[in-house]
């Protein structure tokens, strides 16, 4: 298949010259970057934070905080004493290096407080979406023993404080009135805390941040990433990313996920960037708002994101002055070559998509600015990184052929641990020297990889595998497709049929003839075999809160089979 290539677009990239670049790299030269490469002193926070207090970044910008009612800034220096603040109180609580504290808040500026604070005392944060209901909640807490939860009142409902016996402090933003035994005011404790504080320095293996991610049965499992993923945050910011020093950067994600930490607190301001935080739910043209109000430079998004923007049409674009913009990156969700092209025709820009996971801390794979974009694939491996697609016992296979996408193990930000669950961490090094990712792809001959499902989601239809991503991505082009999911369902003649479930862009309603030309033109754009024998129209298809449509739930409701943990998923 032939495939086109989007040229490289003018500008001045940190990094101009992949194949160079790869050939030579080194991870032990970015480690002198760092304040801890001479001090041998060492702290996410104090390299993210503290550290520009020394230099001209000090007063700069590092955080643009709005939402609904509220408009702030913070300097790094203001950032360096807030956290300094909440560091003592969580000291003055006893809380100390390797305790597991929870922040459980809505997107403010006291959850970047918050999470900077409880790295200053070395503790672990475990960062928590707002959304997550009681069961997920107590899973969490119960499963790390967190001593210490940061939240608001309205949240504290869903915090079944009583059952969770390791669980002492309760912090709270917006207390109002009496607070209980346990309870503490987040106001309160800050105006009294001093800034003085003398920050804890960890090893470069200690636990530092917590992530849950739901797998496909079982309870969610606790993702362990240690200080040492610094190194890579730092590279991956400068050379994915693109931050240069005047850019305002606007990372989507909330830090309940992991995009919204690695790259919504730690790449950003370890590389001094000025961040843009929007609070709230918004409309597609508070979307476009925020970036022309800040002028934001570089945006880092997500397909579902993307999808969505596209769905109100290109009219609400041309309200406004995007012309801020220098650079668009995804992560999440395979991006469809349809939205590609949407944003060059939109607003004339590559979205640069990547790819990476919740385990792997970081990047790994991504379409670099300095490289030709071929629509639908996420790209070539990171400088350091070895990608390959491997089959069951390990061996690699040759390019255009479908596989496991494994990485060699050793890079800076891959997890330490899944929390207490040895077994599972196991799992994915069952393969030895490989981490074996989950997900299927394949490489082609330019080195270029193209995802196709999850292991789990790949359809065996009269014997041809057919990754789901490309049916959807093709009935994303039909005119009246906003989105599709689109899993196996078994058959009884050809192992299994393909089953799409669609969700309709507006203006279009569900009909047998729509059904017929829906199949008619995956048919006639892709192929006999991956046309859907059954389509589904549905008002909405089940994601997850982060915006990955959930395969395995529509699964699921298929076939009348359990779902697994749904704590992920929206309302
Ligand atoms: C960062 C993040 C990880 C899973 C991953 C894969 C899917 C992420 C992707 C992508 C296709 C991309 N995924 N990026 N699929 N193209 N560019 O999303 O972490 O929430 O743990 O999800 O997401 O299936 O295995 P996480």
């Not at 590389?271 to 945006?299: C, H, L, Q, S």
């Not at 769905?311 to 801020?324: N, P």
């Not at 970081?362 to 974009?373: T, V």
């Amino acid at each position: 298949m032939k495939v086109e290539k989007i040229p490289v677009a003018p500008g001045n990239f940190n990094l101009k010259n992949y194949d160079e670049a790869y050939a030579n790299f080194d991870w032990a030269d970015v480690e002198k970057e760092f304040t801890w490469y001479e001090t041998g002193k060492l702290n996410m926070a104090y390299e993210a934070i503290d550290r520009h207090l020394l230099t001209e970044r000090k007063d700069k910008t590092a955080l643009l905080y709005s939402d609904a009612v509220r408009e702030e800034s913070y300097s790094f220096a203001q950032l360096s004493e807030l956290s300094n603040k909440f560091g003592n109180v969580l000291r003055n609580l006893g809380i100390a290096k390797g305790d597991r504290v929870f922040v459980f808040m809505p997107r403010t500026p006291e959850l970047y407080v918050s999470v900077l604070g409880t790295l200053k005392v070395g503790a672990i944060v475990g960062p928590l979406f707002e959304a997550f209901m009681e069961a997920a909640v107590r899973d969490r807490l119960e499963n790390s023993e967190a001593v210490a939860i940061v939240t608001t009142p309205a949240l504290l409902s869903r915090v079944p404080v009583k059952d969770l016996p390791a669980l002492k402090h309760v912090i709270l933003v917006g207390a109002k009135g009496e607070l209980e035994e346990g309870q503490v005011s987040f106001e309160a404790a800050m105006a009294d805390a001093t800034s003085d504080f003398e920050i804890e320095w960890v090893d470069r293996e200690d636990g530092m941040i917590l992530h849950y991610t739901s797998g496909s049965t079982g309870k969610p499992k606790g993702v362990l990433h240690v200080h040492n993923a610094m190194i890579q945050h730092l590279q991956t910011g400068k050379w994915i990313v693109d931050l240069q020093e005047n850019d305002v950067y606007w990372c989507t994600a909330d830090p309940g996920w992991v995009t919204g930490t690695s790259y919504g607190i730690f790449s950003p301001w370890l590389n001094g960037a000025t961040m843009v935080v929007r609070g709230g739910r918004f409309t597609p043209e508070d979307w476009y708002k925020t970036i022309e109000k800040y002028k934001v430079t570089v945006w880092y998004s997500a397909p579902t994101a993307f999808r969505m923007l596209m769905g109100a049409g290109d009219e609400v674009i041309k309200q406004f002055d995007l012309s801020s913009l220098r650079h668009v990156l995804s992560v999440g969700e395979p991006l469809n070559p349809e939205v590609v092209y949407w944003g060059l025709r939109a607003f004339n820009h590559r979205i640069h998509d990547n790819w990476w996971m919740t385990e792997t801390g970081g990047q790994l794979i991504s379409n670099f600015r300095c490289m030709e974009i071929k629509p639908g694939s996420m790209g070539k491996p990171f400088p350091g990184i070895y990608a390959a697609i491997i089959d069951d016992q390990g061996n690699e296979l040759p390019p255009n052929r479908m596989g496991n996408l494994a990485i060699r193990t050793g890079w800076p930000a891959m997890m330490r641990q899944i929390w207490s669950n040895p077994a599972k961490y196991q799992e994915y090094f069952n393969i030895p020297g490989w981490y074996v990712s989950g997900d299927s792809a394949y490489k082609d001959e330019e080195g270029y990889f193209w995802f196709q499902g999850r292991i789990d989601d790949v359809i065996n239809t009269s014997g041809e595998r057919v990754g789901p991503f490309e049916v959807e991505s093709k009935l994303v082009e039909h005119p009246a497709v906003a989105e599709a999911g689109v899993i196996g369902k078994p058959d009884p003649v050809r192992g299994e049929i393909i089953k799409a479930f669609i969700s309709l862009r507006d203006g279009f309603e569900p009909s047998e003839e729509l059904m017929e030309d829906i199949r008619k033109f995956v048919k006639e754009g892709l192929a006999a075999h991956a046309a859907p024998r059954e389509i589904e129209f549905r008002d909405k298809l089940p994601k997850t809160r982060s915006g990955k449509i959930m395969r395995r739930v529509l699964k699921a409701w298929e076939l009348g089979l359990p779902t697994g943990d749904l704590s992920t998923m929206e309302d």
